[in-house]
């Protein structure tokens, strides 16, 4: 049953045609859009449009999925539409959205989901209703003040209270999301989180899908702040999803202040913008008001690209062997008669201790969902397929599990961390993957003993399929690559590997590398690798008492919240 319209959310008129959404930021409330109603208002007259101004919970703590705002949102937009059919006979003759901050991401959101699924990039499971809303096509424009189309990230544009602000927050909703499973709001809209990224996907998919469906085109209007303090301009302007809508540049005016059009002389700027967003048609503000600034330049599209291949590296590593394993698919590619482009962008020498924290680990996930959602963009004809490694393996089925616009063909594993009882026949059967090749080493004693302990202790989502297989049938398992973590990646299994990415078969391991069985040592610590955990926390305490062996218990307890809190501090300072 929809949420209740409250009263006071609401104005409407007997002779409206037309019906205008305001949606607030985050931390904001509903009264903060009073000046953006004033000008609504005053350009359209009195009783020309309803105007719908909710009250979001999106309070400095709230936990609120974006998505059940979005259901419930949704919901009430039908009745509204409903009731004007009811009551007056007609339905409205336009519908326009105006959102700040997390509320302009939130009107896009709500486009995609009124204009219906598409088949290449479907809605998350929370959605409720999928299919074309009676409303869909009536409206007219969307417009984003300071809109942050990728997310917000931490960057050199924010000042140095606000960043430091931020990356405090970052650490704490981590702790929260993990002791909790409740993950913080602002954490919805991260740069590269599920929620933007299917956003950007599912923006794509629509425009590309509008010519044919009717319904999905409309006018997007973004007004820049000259000097937004928050976002960053690259996350400010989505030239991915973004690429079509109109950019306006409102002088004297921040992220924050953007939406207040009240009579001061530092307004009038933002007054005038606003009205034209409201009232000049698109091709007006495309001629006499649209700037994108001119350090942004546009992807180019390149439609005869077939097969984007993404070869991304574990954790420890630099990850200079991609460009290598890259190449001679490139290589081999072209005796198929085929185009392939590579994406072998590194995320950076990723620790051991980071790989252990879940959200070090999601960070990673979003920075990959980010490069999957220019690659769509840039490569528009083009299947995807990955090889990764370690770390790399991880940030695969993460993204396949978070993110439902997510596709690959071919995938190809090496040193994997992933549980041994990942559901990979589930995504095979609704064809998010077309084929998988998992290799398994002779004496992976990086993944046999701890990430294998941590599922063997369930916890938290890494596992032992590097050195143990997958449990699905419908994985190939490749057995047994003799070496270490980094085995299949040997120069002599590169063909092999380009192989399978081009042709979806193998040979199975150059004879060079290939043995019958696993180190004896390797399986038998593997089978108790939790009793090593212990055993190496036991041998850090017997080393402690060595060098102080007068300590307490309460003094030892001192210690460790000390060392703790000083790690906290490094990990500030050496980020912000």
């Known amino acids: 049953m929809p ?38 208002t005053e350009s359209y007259g009195i009783s020309v ?39 007056y006979h007609s339905p409205y003759e336009s519908i326009m959205f105006v959102g700040h901050s997390f509320g302009a991401l939130l009107c896009r959101k709500l486009y995609v989901y009124a204009c219906g699924e598409t088949a290449l990039a479907p809605f998350e499971p929370g959605i409720r209703l999928k299919t074309l809303r009676p409303w869909a096509g009536s409206v007219e424009r969307i417009i984003l003040l300071a809109g942050m189309n990728r997310g917000w990230s931490i960057s050199h544009h924010m000042s140095l209270s606000k960043a430091f602000y931020f990356s405090l927050g970052v650490g704490f909703g981590g702790v929260w999301q993990a002791l909790t499973r409740k993950k913080p709001a602002i954490m919805h809209i991260h740069r590269g989180a599920p929620f933007i990224t299917n956003l950007r996907i599912q923006w794509l998919s629509m425009r590309y899908n509008a010519k044919h469906k009717g319904v999905g085109n409309a006018l997007t209007v973004q007004l820049l702040g000259s000097i937004d303090d928050m976002v960053s301009p690259e996350d400010n302007i989505d030239l991915v999803s973004g690429s079509d809508f109109v950019y306006l540049d409102v002088a004297k005016t921040g992220h924050g202040n953007i939406i207040d059009m009240d009579e001061k002389p530092d307004a009038q700027d933002r007054r005038r913008k606003f009205r034209a967003a409201l009232l000049k048609d698109e091709q007006t503000l495309k001629q006499e008001y649209n700037q994108l600034p001119r350090d942004e330049s546009l992807l180019v599209s390149r439609d005869k690209v077939t097969d984007l291949i993404f070869v991304i590296h574990g954790i420890r590593d630099p990850g200079y062997w991609t460009h290598k394993i890259a190449r001679r698919v490139k290589q081999l590619g072209k005796d198929h008669h085929k185009t392939f482009e590579t994406e072998t962008s590194s995320y950076g020498y990723f620790p051991m201790l980071s790989f252990l924290f879940p959200w070090r680990r999601r960070e990673k996930v979003e920075w990959l969902m980010d490069q999957y959602t220019e690659g769509l963009a840039q490569y528009p004809n083009a299947e995807f397929s990955y090889v990764g490694h370690s770390h790399g393996t991880y940030l695969l089925t993460k993204a396949l599990k978070e993110y439902p616009c997510c596709r690959f063909k071919q995938v190809v594993l090496a040193g994997s961390v992933v549980r041994t009882d990942y559901a990979w026949e589930a995504l095979l059967k609704q064809g998010r993957v077309g084929k998988v090749l ?18 063997m202790l369930n916890w938290q989502d890494l596992g032992g399929a590097g050195h143990r297989g ?66 190496v926390i036991y041998l850090l305490y017997l080393i402690g008492r060595e060098f102080w062996p007068d300590l307490s218990a309460e003094q030892w307890r001192s210690l460790v919240f000390s060392g703790l809190y000083v790690a906290g501090i490094l990990l500030v300072l050496t980020k912000v």
């Open 3 to 40: 949420t209740p319209i409250e009263p006071k959310s609401l104005t409407r008129y007997a002779s409206s045609r037309k019906l205008v959404v305001l949606l607030h930021a985050f931390t904001n409330s509903a009264d903060s859009m009073k000046y953006v109603r004033a000008v609504v």
């Open 49 to 87: 449009a309803d105007i719908f101004i909710p009250e979001l919970p999106l309070a400095t703590w709230s936990c609120a999925n974006p998505l059940a705002v979005c259901n419930q949102l949704l919901e009430q937009i039908d009745v509204l539409w409903a009731e004007r059919i009811e009551k």
């Open 438 to 455: 998992n290799y398994v080493a002779s004496g992976d004693w990086v993944v046999a003993w701890f990430p294998n302990a941590m599922q």
């Open 470 to 535: 997958f449990e699905s049938d419908q994985v190939n398992q490749i057995r047994y690559a003799k070496g270490a973590h980094s085995a299949a990646l040997h120069e002599d299994n590169w063909d092999e590997i380009a192989k399978f990415v081009i042709t979806g078969k193998t040979d199975g391991l150059p004879a060079t590398i290939k043995v019958g069985k696993q180190s004896f040592w390797v399986s038998a610590v593997s089978k108790v690798a939790p009793l090593l955990w212990l055993g």
